[in-house]
């Protein structure tokens, strides 16, 4: 169809372009309270598109300008592609722990549970365990920590799981003669414990990705399969190896050097533990709260040790005679690991 024979049917249908807008006054005023709610976000894509549906008359073309006009910071940041994020704000050390599991290895029966010192970034615990859901086990990881740094911290926050139970109950017992009138374990989100959840992706990248990658290949070949027999023989051979590794990312990491966030407020730079052990380098206050070492002891009884062995007895006792009688070292890293457990299952399966 030519332009002309086009235009001839515009014209005879009576069709022309829209040539009546709505008034720029009346259109800017509703772009300008959109952006003193969640409509600081939107682009002018998704703009024009309100201003469509609330029966506005605009060009696309004029809500850009606009835009540009009474929001040039956050077109900027749109055009960058950058996220405006929340900055973190602590009052100093031992203000504010925050603990959380991750999962990503839970289904290969290698359970890890953290916790992470809001204010200097320190890396309180990071443990691997049979289960991270039972909250004497997580407990116990709790009173270890407040033993060996001397107390617990002002606050702590965690997740709204059962596994967290146990340690609000003895956080707010440790801290029954403070003055303050509200509990001092806060439940709440994952997205709300943004110390702890940020800093599982620096875990993946610097140890777990590794582990995921050669356990699914375990998986993929059929090697492991879920099933109770398979996990307690990969927790025989990997749960030690797994938190020696996790042991020397908690050192690396408490001993490196951090940059400061320039547009945070009370970002600090220098390493997690220098950070952590003197405060007063950075004007802000210890908030550890000392406890006494009766009420620890007491509070140790109701909690699980952690558990001696790996995996279950019998598949111990099994594996021991396993490594005697082939002669065998424990791994030094996972592909060794992987070696010895698949030996070891072929070599159970016989015996079975």
Known sequence: MSTRQLKRHLKYLNLTRRKIFSSAQSVFNFVYNQLETSGQSHGYRWMHQKCKMNGFKVKRED???LLQVVDPHGVDIRSRRRLKRRDYW???????WHVDSYDKLKKYGLCINGCIDGYSRKIIWLKVGRTNNDPTVIGRYYLDAVNVHGGSPLFMRGDLGTE??????LQNLFSRNDTLEHNQFIFGKSSFNTRIESWWGILRKECCQTWMEELKDLQNRGLFTGDKLDTNLLQFCFMA????ELDEVARVWNTHYMQSKKTAEGSVRGRPSNVYLFPELFQVQDHIHPIDKEVLELCKHECTIEHVLPCDEEIFELGCIFMEEYDLEPPSNIYEGKAIYIDFRSWIMNVM
């Open 63 to 65: 809500i850009r300008l």
């Open 90 to 96: 602590s009052k100093g050390p031992n203000f504010c």
């Open 164 to 169: 967290n139970v146990l340690i609000a109950a």
């Open 241 to 244: 190896l797994l938190q020696t």
